[in-house]
């Protein structure tokens, strides 16, 4: 009986340390979709922005006012629309700043950096297009250096829980006998 334990336990040690790698191989693509998804969701936002602003323009003769300025002198005519078109150039603003960041950092560190930037998001706004992006997601096998360390690192990972789970299914069996009358 504790030959066919020891082997369960081994089983699922080898088990959660390779799905925790291959999960963790994952980091640098999926980074990199998530990346594409930010710049794609601030291209409509921009978009968005410049039909608003157009039409503000038009139809309040504002021709030579843009941004921030654009959302002033539209505030005294419409308070709620010019409040929307801040908070959409404020939304792209920020996805700007975190699809700069992402790109802006080494391979490496970019699955880092963007969960950093999702957390940080005030709005949720990121975690959205990161929602998006990991429904799309397909699975890749990535040979680079960053997938490499990511996948090392999460087999460390897995394999460090599975050695938590280990010890506490052995203490909680210990303890059972132990408690057991004889």
Known sequence: MGFLLRWLSHGIGLALALLF?????QAPAFTHEYAVGLRQAAAELHRDIDERENAARHYYDLAALSGDALVAALATHEPSNAASLSRSIARARHIDAASAAIDASGALLQPLVALETTLRDPEGSNAEIWKRALSDYALQLDFSAAAAIYGFAGLMLGSLL?????????????????????
């Open 162 to 182: 599975a050695e938590l789970l280990r010890a506490t299914l052995h203490r909680a069996r210990r303890h059972a006998m132990a408690r057991a009358p004889r």
């Open 21 to 25: 790698g291959v999960i963790a191989m």
